[in-house]
Protein backbone atom coordinates (compact mmCIF):
# COMPACT_ATOMS: atom_id res chain seq x y z
CA UNK A 1 0.00 0.00 0.00
CA UNK A 2 2.85 2.50 0.44
CA UNK A 3 4.20 1.93 -3.03
CA UNK A 4 0.38 2.79 -4.09
CA UNK A 5 -0.04 5.60 -2.18
CA UNK A 6 3.33 6.87 -3.50
CA UNK A 7 2.61 6.43 -7.49
CA UNK A 8 -0.75 8.18 -6.49
CA UNK A 9 0.66 11.61 -5.21
CA UNK A 10 3.46 11.26 -8.36
CA UNK A 11 0.38 11.30 -10.51
CA UNK A 12 -1.23 13.98 -9.07
CA UNK A 13 0.83 17.02 -10.34
CA UNK A 14 -0.18 16.18 -13.74
CA UNK A 15 -3.84 17.59 -13.12
CA UNK A 16 -2.62 19.71 -10.58
CA UNK A 17 -2.67 23.06 -12.45
CA UNK A 18 -6.49 22.70 -13.20
CA UNK A 19 -7.56 22.98 -9.50
CA UNK A 20 -8.00 25.98 -7.47
CA UNK A 21 -5.21 26.35 -4.66
CA UNK A 22 -7.89 26.97 -2.22
CA UNK A 23 -9.27 23.28 -2.00
CA UNK A 24 -8.44 21.99 1.05
CA UNK A 25 -5.89 19.06 1.33
CA UNK A 26 -7.38 15.66 2.21
CA UNK A 27 -5.54 13.32 4.95
CA UNK A 28 -4.62 9.27 4.51
CA UNK A 29 -4.60 7.21 8.03
CA UNK A 30 -2.56 3.98 7.80
CA UNK A 31 -3.77 0.76 10.74
CA UNK A 32 -2.01 -2.12 11.24
CA UNK A 33 -4.24 -4.96 12.26
CA UNK A 34 -1.56 -6.40 14.57
CA UNK A 35 -1.51 -2.92 16.88
CA UNK A 36 -4.28 -0.55 18.35
CA UNK A 37 -2.82 2.74 17.54
CA UNK A 38 -2.79 4.13 14.66
CA UNK A 39 -1.10 7.08 12.71
CA UNK A 40 -2.56 10.07 10.02
CA UNK A 41 -0.46 11.66 7.73
CA UNK A 42 -1.28 15.14 6.29
CA UNK A 43 -0.92 14.87 2.13
CA UNK A 44 -0.47 17.78 0.08
CA UNK A 45 -2.98 16.79 -2.57
CA UNK A 46 -6.17 18.21 -3.72
CA UNK A 47 -9.50 16.67 -1.87
CA UNK A 48 -9.41 13.43 -3.78
CA UNK A 49 -7.89 10.75 -1.60
CA UNK A 50 -4.80 8.94 -3.60
CA UNK A 51 -6.61 5.66 -3.40
CA UNK A 52 -8.53 7.06 -6.33
CA UNK A 53 -5.46 7.62 -7.91
CA UNK A 54 -4.05 4.38 -7.57
CA UNK A 55 -7.18 2.46 -8.30
CA UNK A 56 -7.72 4.20 -11.68
CA UNK A 57 -3.95 2.88 -12.35
CA UNK A 58 -4.13 -0.47 -11.62
CA UNK A 59 -7.49 -0.61 -13.16
CA UNK A 60 -5.94 0.23 -16.74
CA UNK A 61 -3.20 -1.70 -15.97
CA UNK A 62 -5.11 -4.59 -14.90
CA UNK A 63 -7.34 -4.47 -18.21
CA UNK A 64 -4.45 -4.61 -20.65
CA UNK A 65 -1.30 -6.56 -18.82
CA UNK A 66 -2.64 -8.10 -15.35
CA UNK A 67 -1.92 -7.74 -12.14
CA UNK A 68 1.83 -7.80 -12.49
CA UNK A 69 2.06 -6.15 -15.02
CA UNK A 70 0.10 -3.06 -12.85
CA UNK A 71 2.26 -3.79 -9.95
CA UNK A 72 5.53 -3.52 -11.67
CA UNK A 73 4.27 -0.37 -13.39
CA UNK A 74 3.51 0.96 -10.02
CA UNK A 75 7.30 -0.44 -8.89
CA UNK A 76 9.10 1.44 -11.70
CA UNK A 77 7.20 4.54 -11.22
CA UNK A 78 8.23 4.60 -7.53
CA UNK A 79 12.07 4.06 -7.60
CA UNK A 80 12.63 5.74 -11.02
CA UNK A 81 9.97 9.19 -9.77
CA UNK A 82 8.97 9.46 -13.06
CA UNK A 83 6.78 12.34 -13.23
CA UNK A 84 4.37 13.22 -16.22
CA UNK A 85 4.80 16.46 -18.19
CA UNK A 86 2.50 19.17 -17.48
CA UNK A 87 0.22 20.27 -20.60
CA UNK A 88 -0.15 24.43 -20.52
CA UNK A 89 -4.05 25.10 -21.15
CA UNK A 90 -4.27 28.61 -20.36
CA UNK A 91 -1.16 31.14 -21.79
CA UNK A 92 1.04 32.77 -18.98
CA UNK A 93 3.80 35.18 -18.87
CA UNK A 94 7.21 34.47 -18.20
CA UNK A 95 9.98 36.12 -19.86
CA UNK A 96 10.17 37.35 -23.12
CA UNK A 97 8.80 35.61 -26.35
CA UNK A 98 11.37 33.27 -26.60
CA UNK A 99 10.82 31.99 -23.13
CA UNK A 100 7.57 31.41 -23.60
CA UNK A 101 5.48 28.33 -24.86
CA UNK A 102 3.15 28.21 -27.81
CA UNK A 103 -0.41 29.51 -26.50
CA UNK A 104 -3.70 27.74 -26.86
CA UNK A 105 -5.73 29.99 -28.34
CA UNK A 106 -9.11 28.50 -28.10
CA UNK A 107 -8.59 27.92 -24.24
CA UNK A 108 -7.40 31.60 -24.16
CA UNK A 109 -10.65 32.72 -26.03
CA UNK A 110 -12.63 30.40 -23.72
CA UNK A 111 -10.82 31.55 -19.98
CA UNK A 112 -12.23 35.03 -20.93
CA UNK A 113 -15.86 33.86 -22.04
CA UNK A 114 -15.70 34.26 -25.86
CA UNK A 115 -17.16 30.91 -27.47
CA UNK A 116 -16.71 31.13 -30.73
CA UNK A 117 -18.30 29.36 -33.74
CA UNK A 118 -15.77 29.26 -36.85
CA UNK A 119 -17.65 26.74 -38.94
CA UNK A 120 -20.24 25.04 -40.35
CA UNK A 121 -22.93 23.47 -38.09
CA UNK A 122 -21.82 19.60 -37.74
CA UNK A 123 -22.63 17.56 -34.91
CA UNK A 124 -18.81 18.41 -33.20
CA UNK A 125 -19.26 21.58 -33.25
CA UNK A 126 -22.69 21.35 -31.74
CA UNK A 127 -21.00 19.56 -29.28
CA UNK A 128 -18.31 21.76 -28.55
CA UNK A 129 -20.88 24.60 -28.71
CA UNK A 130 -23.26 23.62 -26.02
CA UNK A 131 -20.60 22.10 -23.74
CA UNK A 132 -19.01 25.64 -23.26
CA UNK A 133 -22.20 27.25 -23.06
CA UNK A 134 -23.08 24.94 -20.08
CA UNK A 135 -19.60 24.88 -18.70
CA UNK A 136 -19.88 29.04 -18.76
CA UNK A 137 -22.86 29.27 -17.04
CA UNK A 138 -21.82 26.86 -14.14
CA UNK A 139 -18.15 28.99 -13.73
CA UNK A 140 -20.53 32.35 -13.56
CA UNK A 141 -24.03 32.59 -13.62
CA UNK A 142 -24.20 36.43 -14.30
CA UNK A 143 -20.65 37.10 -16.57
CA UNK A 144 -22.00 37.81 -19.97
CA UNK A 145 -20.96 35.20 -22.86
CA UNK A 146 -19.86 36.65 -26.08
CA UNK A 147 -20.47 34.31 -28.83
CA UNK A 148 -18.74 35.28 -32.23
CA UNK A 149 -20.12 33.83 -35.53
CA UNK A 150 -18.62 33.06 -38.82
CA UNK A 151 -20.52 30.21 -40.01
CA UNK A 152 -22.46 29.04 -43.34
CA UNK A 153 -25.02 27.19 -41.23
CA UNK A 154 -25.70 23.68 -41.63
CA UNK A 155 -24.92 23.98 -45.79
CA UNK A 156 -21.56 24.90 -47.30
CA UNK A 157 -21.24 25.79 -51.19
CA UNK A 158 -25.03 24.49 -51.97
CA UNK A 159 -23.87 21.38 -49.60
CA UNK A 160 -26.00 20.21 -46.58
CA UNK A 161 -23.75 19.38 -44.02
CA UNK A 162 -25.88 19.04 -41.14
CA UNK A 163 -29.35 19.01 -39.93
CA UNK A 164 -31.28 21.95 -38.96
CA UNK A 165 -31.50 20.19 -35.61
CA UNK A 166 -27.60 21.39 -34.95
CA UNK A 167 -28.94 24.80 -34.79
CA UNK A 168 -31.82 24.16 -32.89
CA UNK A 169 -29.67 22.26 -30.18
CA UNK A 170 -27.55 25.23 -29.52
CA UNK A 171 -30.41 27.74 -30.05
CA UNK A 172 -32.56 26.16 -27.18
CA UNK A 173 -29.33 25.82 -24.99
CA UNK A 174 -28.63 29.84 -25.37
CA UNK A 175 -32.16 29.82 -24.30
CA UNK A 176 -31.67 28.02 -21.53
CA UNK A 177 -28.20 28.78 -19.66
CA UNK A 178 -28.61 32.11 -17.21
CA UNK A 179 -25.69 34.40 -18.81
CA UNK A 180 -26.62 36.98 -20.98
CA UNK A 181 -25.24 35.93 -24.45
CA UNK A 182 -23.85 39.15 -26.48
CA UNK A 183 -23.65 37.37 -30.40
CA UNK A 184 -21.21 39.20 -32.84
CA UNK A 185 -20.91 38.64 -36.69
CA UNK A 186 -17.14 38.48 -37.28
CA UNK A 187 -17.94 37.22 -41.08
CA UNK A 188 -20.82 35.64 -42.43
CA UNK A 189 -23.66 34.48 -40.94
CA UNK A 190 -25.88 32.72 -43.38
CA UNK A 191 -29.28 30.59 -43.09
CA UNK A 192 -29.00 28.78 -39.35
CA UNK A 193 -26.16 30.71 -38.07
CA UNK A 194 -28.28 34.46 -38.82
CA UNK A 195 -31.16 32.61 -36.31
CA UNK A 196 -28.21 32.17 -33.95
CA UNK A 197 -26.92 35.99 -34.50
CA UNK A 198 -30.41 36.68 -33.61
CA UNK A 199 -30.96 34.97 -30.86
CA UNK A 200 -28.30 37.05 -28.72
CA UNK A 201 -29.27 39.16 -25.94
CA UNK A 202 -31.55 42.33 -27.35
CA UNK A 203 -29.63 45.53 -27.44
CA UNK A 204 -26.00 42.71 -27.86
CA UNK A 205 -26.36 41.93 -30.88
CA UNK A 206 -23.83 43.19 -33.41
CA UNK A 207 -21.64 42.87 -36.51
CA UNK A 208 -18.44 44.31 -37.72
CA UNK A 209 -18.82 46.54 -40.71
CA UNK A 210 -17.81 43.99 -43.43
CA UNK A 211 -19.84 40.92 -42.07
CA UNK A 212 -22.81 39.43 -44.22
CA UNK A 213 -25.80 38.23 -43.43
CA UNK A 214 -28.43 35.86 -45.05
CA UNK A 215 -31.41 34.31 -44.52
CA UNK A 216 -32.89 31.15 -46.40
CA UNK A 217 -35.46 28.43 -45.87
CA UNK A 218 -34.59 24.51 -45.04
CA UNK A 219 -32.82 22.68 -47.67
CA UNK A 220 -33.31 18.97 -47.60
CA UNK A 221 -32.54 16.09 -49.66
CA UNK A 222 -34.34 13.20 -50.10
CA UNK A 223 -34.29 9.72 -51.11
CA UNK A 224 -36.09 6.47 -50.54
CA UNK A 225 -39.90 5.11 -51.08
CA UNK A 226 -42.60 7.30 -51.68
CA UNK A 227 -44.14 6.90 -48.83
CA UNK A 228 -40.46 7.83 -47.26
CA UNK A 229 -40.71 11.13 -49.06
CA UNK A 230 -44.04 11.65 -47.88
CA UNK A 231 -43.00 11.41 -44.20
CA UNK A 232 -39.51 13.24 -44.87
CA UNK A 233 -41.64 16.37 -46.54
CA UNK A 234 -43.84 16.91 -43.53
CA UNK A 235 -40.75 16.95 -41.60
CA UNK A 236 -39.30 20.06 -43.57
CA UNK A 237 -42.52 21.55 -43.39
CA UNK A 238 -42.51 21.37 -39.59
CA UNK A 239 -38.76 22.76 -39.64
CA UNK A 240 -39.55 25.51 -41.76
CA UNK A 241 -42.48 26.37 -39.80
CA UNK A 242 -40.32 26.34 -36.61
CA UNK A 243 -37.41 28.52 -38.18
CA UNK A 244 -40.28 31.50 -39.21
CA UNK A 245 -41.44 31.37 -36.08
CA UNK A 246 -38.08 31.89 -34.28
CA UNK A 247 -37.15 34.42 -36.47
CA UNK A 248 -40.39 36.32 -35.98
CA UNK A 249 -39.96 36.17 -32.80
CA UNK A 250 -36.42 38.11 -32.58
CA UNK A 251 -36.85 40.24 -35.47
CA UNK A 252 -40.54 41.64 -34.66
CA UNK A 253 -41.54 40.63 -38.08
CA UNK A 254 -45.07 38.71 -38.54
CA UNK A 255 -44.62 35.02 -39.61
CA UNK A 256 -46.36 35.55 -43.16
CA UNK A 257 -43.51 38.30 -43.78
CA UNK A 258 -40.69 35.83 -42.81
CA UNK A 259 -42.07 33.53 -44.78
CA UNK A 260 -42.57 35.49 -47.68
CA UNK A 261 -38.81 36.81 -47.66
CA UNK A 262 -37.10 33.10 -46.82
CA UNK A 263 -38.81 31.89 -50.18
CA UNK A 264 -35.31 32.84 -51.91
CA UNK A 265 -32.35 33.31 -49.71
CA UNK A 266 -32.51 37.23 -48.53
CA UNK A 267 -29.10 38.66 -48.18
CA UNK A 268 -28.13 42.02 -45.86
CA UNK A 269 -25.88 44.70 -45.34
CA UNK A 270 -24.88 45.49 -42.21
CA UNK A 271 -26.79 48.38 -42.11
CA UNK A 272 -29.59 46.60 -43.71
CA UNK A 273 -29.77 43.81 -40.95
CA UNK A 274 -30.40 46.27 -38.24
CA UNK A 275 -33.41 47.90 -39.87
CA UNK A 276 -34.32 44.60 -40.28
CA UNK A 277 -33.89 43.58 -36.57
CA UNK A 278 -31.58 40.51 -37.08
CA UNK A 279 -28.99 42.80 -35.15
CA UNK A 280 -29.07 45.69 -33.47
CA UNK A 281 -25.96 48.00 -34.00
CA UNK A 282 -22.82 47.56 -36.30
CA UNK A 283 -19.24 47.98 -34.42
CA UNK A 284 -16.72 50.80 -36.65
CA UNK A 285 -13.22 50.69 -35.19
CA UNK A 286 -12.42 54.14 -34.31
CA UNK A 287 -9.73 54.17 -37.13
CA UNK A 288 -12.35 54.91 -39.98
CA UNK A 289 -16.43 55.32 -38.87
CA UNK A 290 -16.99 56.56 -42.17
CA UNK A 291 -16.31 53.20 -43.41
CA UNK A 292 -19.74 51.48 -44.46
CA UNK A 293 -18.38 48.00 -45.41
CA UNK A 294 -17.54 46.01 -48.73
CA UNK A 295 -21.29 44.48 -49.05
CA UNK A 296 -22.35 48.45 -49.20
CA UNK A 297 -19.60 49.44 -51.91
CA UNK A 298 -20.40 46.62 -54.00
CA UNK A 299 -23.90 47.42 -53.46
CA UNK A 300 -23.05 51.02 -54.82
CA UNK A 301 -20.92 50.36 -57.51
CA UNK A 302 -23.46 48.00 -58.99
CA UNK A 303 -21.77 45.16 -58.64
CA UNK A 304 -23.98 42.92 -56.63
Given at each position: ?289 ERKGVVADLRKAQLI
Amino acid sequence: MEVIGRAAELCVPRRAHLWSSSIPCSSSSSSSSSSSSSSTTTTTTPQVSSSFFASSVCQSSIAGNGMSSAWSTLHQSYHKGHRGIVTMVIPFQRGDATQQPPPDLPSYLFKNRIVFLGMSLVPSVTELIMAELLYLQYEDPEKPIYMYINSTGTTKDGEKLGYETEAFAIYDTMRYVKPPIFTLCVGNAWGEAALLLAAGSKGNRATLPSATIMIKQPIAQFRGQATDLDIARKEVRNVKAELVGLYARHTGHSPEKIEEDIRRPKYFSPEEAVEYGIIDKVLYSDKGDERKGVVADLRKAQLI
